[in-house]
């Protein structure tokens, strides 16, 4: 990657000026930042190529031969249960002739390649082939299937393309204290879901940080559950990771410890976390359920998410009638995207605008200044 184009270096310029300044006096990224193709090379190569990622939870892949996909930097990757129960994540593609191996989520002992059956164990080693036996040269011993660096980290998989990064509980070591007493490793995975939406990734990432739109743009869901005088931001800015937490409001359907969740005390039994870990894993985790977003960018204009949701074990051993129940609850969250995704879209759209500038953030965007921080961070980082 040569260095960015004239354009492109005063944008990010500009962005880390702004980044630098204070918040008060901070306004939204140009449209330049979210529309612009060698804004989206920088970010591949220098943030989704480089930070870690998370295609979900580990509870998602319990078994051995569990497997789910996902991609990074534009890299097909797969994470899998391999024989010794560990999660390990692996190129998506054949060493033959560059087929996708696995498509969706599954289970199975070995990796057939849906275009000549070339097969791997759990550990990406190439363990079967057909007709191979007059290839000059050939053993199925020298082929297997790179290995993608892959953490897990308080129940979460986290891949990176970089062997050099810092390990991820090096990374998150200022939030562990906030994220272990909620046990997330024992949540129960209940629904996960992969969507595409039409907006820049960044407008998606921004809209989960702040919760200044909550009282309108989800007036007919969860709008008011959120008091905005409980919100806490860091009181610095971290380069791996932004957060707020906020204590739910009385009238909150969801967001309360349950009587037998005994590892939350006090105000943390009605708290919820909501942690960005940059560039695109963000969760929100609550007594009693957690959601997730993880995200990869198609293009400038499109946006992979991936949406699942878990539920606090406690919780999900008192239901009565678990598919009704997780059913609605699942109902209520993807109303919630739905909102989210009019939004998003809305503002992909309006950005194009010839005359569109970006504006003056509130002290409840808090996070879209650290997110900025981040992105100057990286794209102006030397190759
Ligand atoms: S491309 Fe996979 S077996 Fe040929
Ligand atoms: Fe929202």
């Excluded at 009605?270 to 957690?290: G, N, R, W």
């Amino acid at each position: 990657m040569t260095n960015p184009q004239p354009e492109v270096a005063d944008v990010l310029s500009g962005l880390r000026a702004v980044a630098d300044g204070p918040l008060s006096s901070a306004v939204n990224m140009p449209s330049a930042m979210y529309h612009s193709d060698e804004v989206l090379a920088l970010e591949q190569e220098r943030a989704f190529g480089r930070d870690w990622v998370s295609p979900g939870l580990a509870a998602e892949i319990p078994e051995v031969g569990d497997h789910l996909t996902w991609s990074i930097a534009d890299q097909p990757v797969f994470c899998v249960r391999d024989a010794s129960g560990e999660v390990r994540t692996f190129s998506n593609v054949c060493r033959h002739r560059m087929m996708t191996l696995v498509a969706g989520d599954g289970n199975s002992r070995r990796i057939t390649c849906p275009y000549h059956s070339w097969t791997y164990d759990l550990g990406g080693q190439l363990v079967g082939t057909n007709h191979m036996e007059h290839t000059d040269g050939f053993d199925r011993a020298d082929i297997c299937l790179p290995e993608i660096r892959t953490e897990v980290w308080q129940g979460w998989i986290y891949c990176t393309l970089d062997e050099n990064a810092p390990s991820v509980a090096e990374l998150l070591a200022p939030i562990e204290g906030f994220v272990v007493p909620y046990g997330v490793a024992d949540y129960v995975p209940v629904h996960r879901v992969d969507e595409v939406w039409d907006g820049n990734w960044k407008f998606l990432t921004e809209n989960f940080m702040e919760g200044y739109h909550l009282p309108v743009t989800h007036r007919a869901t969860l709008g008011t559950w959120m008091p905005m005088t409980s919100v806490v931001f860091p009181d610095e800015r971290h380069g791996a990771f932004t957060y707020q937490m906020f204590e739910k409001d009385e009238n909150a359907v969801y967001g309360r410890a349950h009587a037998d969740n005994d590892r939350l005390e006090g105000a943390w039994r009605s708290t919820t976390f909501m942690p960005t870990v940059f560039p695109s894993h963000m969760y929100i985790l609550a007594p009693d359920h957690l959601w997730y977003l993880s995200l990869r960018p198609l293009g400038t204009g499109q946006v992979q998410l991936r949406f699942g949701i878990a539920l606090a074990p406690e919780v999900h051993a008192s239901l009565d009638d678990p598919e009704a129940w997780i059913s609605e609850m699942v109902g209520f969250f993807t109303a919630v995207c739905e909102e989210d995704r009019v939004v998003v879209e809305g503002i992909h759209a309006g950005s194009r605008s010839p005359l569109a500038r970006p504006g003056p953030l509130s002290w409840l965007e808090h996070e879209l200044h650290h997110f900025m921080g981040y992105l100057a961070d990286r794209l102006m980082a030397s190759s």
